[in-house]
């Protein structure tokens, strides 16, 4: 295993299907020379010219022509700049992409990749900084992936290419230069399978994407509080891998969620419905608790956007107020 940046891992992610699967190809907006928007494609254009197609500047136009190359059985990767501007593509993704493979009884596939960077912290403001799995998590047909880690990045984007169905795969961009192990040549990742990032007795944190590495520094700052946290990744909401998080909410009878999004009408609140309605009820020793950003667009004040989503400081507070150590 080697050592490698998330955008590393992902880079070669995209160039390792380029060579297995002729279909195998990506469109967007400067992903050629220029190397796209955060540098996940850059270098790549000299060899892969003709698998990195340059687009103009209109999402749904790109969205509706990956649908297209799906239908006739193409494996299309398609870079949206920012995950906000998937708005422009609504309709390709909730009334086409997600809903052909149902209404045609199967007959058709589409085995679509809508690639996007999400999420805050680079002051690039409330039209540029939204966290939006949530959102299409609700959509039935679609599969919804969030990585946290080099290791997850590279299995899990192999696993979206390679699945028969439309998977809206997202990349938080404060990830993009953290590091990680990653095993050297093919494995996959499967889309659907929680994992535990760290082993705990006294709380279960569940998180996803930015707040996994959040939580794991949480975690490790509240050993000396005496508390020893589990952190589980969900690395998918749709599936959801209810099972990991029961199991690890038996175990441990606390459970605090962090979400990046703002908390209302959040993805928390899905995972908070599945606990209680599960035999990990009965194991709880004090109210689910769940952390999210303000319910405000992101501002683009540097210390206004940090205070709008949570921090390292605000998960160990929230385990600590559970524990009584406020």
């Not at 996959?188 to 709380?203: H, M, Q, S, T």
């Not at 035999?279 to 205070?307: M, S």
């Amino acid at each position: 295993m080697a050592e490698k940046l998330y955008i590393e891992a992902l880079a070669e992610a995209i160039k390792e299907e380029f060579e297995r699967d002729p279909n195998v190809f990506m469109m967007g907006e400067d992903i050629g020379i220029y190397g796209g928007a955060f540098g996940v494609t850059k270098g790549m254009y000299p060899k892969y010219k003709d698998k990195l197609i340059e687009t103009p500047i209109s999402e749904a136009s790109i969205v509706g022509a990956g649908v297209g190359a799906a239908l006739v059985g193409m494996r299309p990767i398609v870079e949206i700049m920012f995950s906000d501007f998937m708005m422009d593509a609504m309709e390709w993704i909730v009334n086409q992409a997600a809903k052909l493979r149902y209404m045609t009884g199967g007959q058709l596939k589409v085995p679509l990749v809508i690639r996007s960077p999400m999420g805050s912290g680079t002051g690039a403001a409330a039209q540029h900084s939204q966290s939006l799995p949530a959102m299409f998590a609700h959509i039935p047909g679609l599969k919804v992936v969030m990585p946290a880690t080099p290791y997850d990045v590279k299995g899990l984007f192999k696993a979206a290419v390679r699945d028969d169905n439309p998977v809206i795969f997202f990349e938080h961009k404060l990830l993009y230069w953290t590091k990680g192990e990653v095993p050297e040549g093919d494995y996959i990742v499967p889309i659907g399978k929680a994992d535990v990032k760290k082993e705990g007795k006294d709380i279960t944190i569940i998180a996803g994407s930015i707040t996994v590495i959040r939580s794991l520094e949480a975690a490790e700052k509240l050993k000396g509080e005496g508390i020893d946290v589990e952190v589980i990744d969900v690395r998918s909401l749709s599936p959801l891998d209810t099972e990991t998080i029961v199991n690890s909410v038996i175990k441990t009878g606390k459970v605090l969620i962090v979400e990046d999004d703002n908390k209302s009408y959040g993805w928390g609140a899905e995972v908070l419905s599945r606990i209680v309605e599960s035999d990990a009820f009965d194991y709880l020793d004090y109210p689910i608790q769940r952390l999210g950003g303000k319910d405000v667009p992101i501002p683009y004040n540097p210390k206004l956007e940090r205070a709008a989503v949570p921090q390292v400081e605000d998960i160990i507070e929230a385990v600590k107020a559970i524990f009584g150590k406020e």
